[in-house]
């Protein structure tokens, strides 16, 4: 008899936080992923049309870790409407050796908030000026939040400018960022104010059409675009792709398909073989990242399953370490 | 506070068997498939070629039903000789209008070895001829048994030949189908053996070389081919392929990328569009099966997301109602 260890989304909060430990891990993640020894397939995606749903699955297998996991994310846009979040789901952590379920770990998508936004901290650190003290972020939702919060931990952030479509949900947004990070944070009153007042801004948007345009770009400056994962998703003009020094992603095949390079290629603005400069291979020392405090510099992060087996297996294993969860004999 | 369901496979199995009900919503789920209205992305595939292992997962969402199943499945092809079984896995049933997870179903690959024995069911009672009474089974797993057990509960069969590589598993695969059956079951010498003394196949292999062959072939033959469920695998010859009078399937683009129809396409023995009856097309009565006692057919069987999502919310359904599982408050 075997046996499942259930963990709930309560446990899984206390077992695991976003802190440096996490952006840690997750940058170790995506070099293990740009060294081509994981083992990533496309994502499986499900649309609902009639419940205005959809659902992912992601995974990966990294050679080395004793389990791999299995993420379900699903998002219903109708939620918020019945008081409900969009988002929800569970990760499940196999054994790697026998495929077995270890564990199921219902965290309601809090496990993607985190690893989320650990990439977003590791992409700053890959890419972002060391003496960047001005952030801002685009979009008033949890990754809003927790963006500025991770970027505060790999950088010495001084202001954050916060800009969002509807202006309550951006006061409210930019009291609890100050509250969590301690920063001085303001409502801008466009985009542009963002771009232009700041050294690093994360778009953090479910946006069909771009936000950001080539006349915001500045010396220096460093985007981190996490809201598009999907084909019809699109928040940086295809105009800034060709017009930044580097561009960066999580995963090269991934931005191409379902990113923000996908709708620069589309546009005709760079060429399918453009360089790519994938964050694992930048934080190896493989290729380069920024070299000089005047580059502009992008990172597009689509999410991928290498971080939700890096942070799912962690999880885990703090969590067998505090005697945390339900086991059921199977 | 919301409350996750997790049914361990004891309660599975009480639940749900292998039954004329379980054939009935298999053929209901491919109908459905066959009328347009399901949504049912690709497979998702992820190989672990230094453990030997493989994990699959599927899904498929039906309007009208109160959720949606995705199912994961591992192969890890080294755990026998840890005396561990191969495949293992759960399912997961989501609420359809919000996406939350409902329940966790912990079956080991139970209700998929249910879902796909119904599938072979349902393939012989859409094109085997009424009054067939001999019965073959090519392979000794857990299929090949209950293969022979869903098929006697369509057609009244009378005899039963199986053939396996090892002599031994062949007559212990036998022994457990007669006493399963009630029907008089006897090992055969070769492929060829089944084939041309039987009405009606099922080949449940994971063989990667053809099996039957052409020259085997004869009037008023059917055949289920269970076993290619991925790129590599191939139990049928291109040739056999070509000369059937009706290929069918449950599903065209499985078929033509993961089943027998894309070996005879690679091979050319036909055309890419060449005419494929979908298993829910034939049930429905939009496309014609057999039209005649002599004619030869062939049904092949990749596995689809609609079958996990019948068997699993109908089983949840079950269980519910029968008070089953263990609920997590989350």
């Keep these: 008899m075997r046996e499942v ?6 446990e899984l909060r206390q077992a695991v936080t976003l802190d440096i430990e996490s952006v840690s891990l997750i940058g170790k993640a995506f070099e293990q992923l740009s060294a081509g020894t994981v083992s990533m397939p496309p994502i499986l995606r499900m649309d609902m049309e009639d419940k205005n749903g959809e ?5 990966a297998y990294v ?23 969009t988002t ?38 890959a890419l972002a000026r060391e003496n960047a003290t001005r952030a801002g972020v685009i979009g008033t939702g949890v990754q809003a939040r927790l963006q500025m919060q ?17 202006a309550e949900k951006a006061a409210a947004c930019a009291d609890d960022i ?4 301690g920063t001085e944070v303001r409502v801008a009153d466009s985009v542009a104010d963002v771009v232009t007042g700041s050294n690093i801004v994360v778009t953090t948007t479910p946006s069909r059409s771009p936000l950001i345009t080539a006349d915001m770009l500045h010396p220096g400056l460093h985007i981190t675009a996490m809201g598009s994962d999907a084909e019809h998703k699109n928040e940086i003009a295809p105009e800034v792709i060709a017009e930044v020094d580097v561009f960066a992603c999580d995963r090269h095949q991934q931005s191409a398909h379902l990113g923000e390079l996908h709708h620069a290629i589309g546009a005709g603005t760079v060429p399918e073989d453009m360089p790519v400069a994938e964050l694992g291979a930048i934080l190896s020392g493989t290729i380069p990242g920024r070299t000089d405090a005047d580059q502009i510099t992008l990172c597009d992060l689509t999410g991928t399953g290498v971080q939700d087996t890096a942070i799912a297996t962690h999880t885990l294993a703090v969590c067998l370490a505090n005697g945390f969860g339900t086991k059921i004999a199977n």
Tied chains: 1, 2.
């Design 178 to 181: 100050e509250r969590a990070t």
């Design 63 to 85: 050679p080395g870790l004793d389990g791999f996991a299995i993420k379900v994310s699903p998002g219903f846009f109708d939620n918020p409407k019945k008081g409900l979040s």
């Design 55 to 59: 659902v992912d699955v992601k995974t």
């Design 150 to 166: 991770a970027l505060c931990m790999v950088r010495s952030i001084e202001t954050i400018l916060v800009w969002g479509r509807d």
């Design 5 to 10: 260890l259930i963990l709930t989304e309560n």
């Design 88 to 125: 929800s789901g569970l990760m499940i952590v196999h054994d790697a050796d026998t495929g077995f379920v270890r564990a199921i770990l219902l965290d309601n998508g809090y496990l993607t908030d985190v690893r989320t936004a650990a990439a977003g901290a590791v992409a700053a650190q």
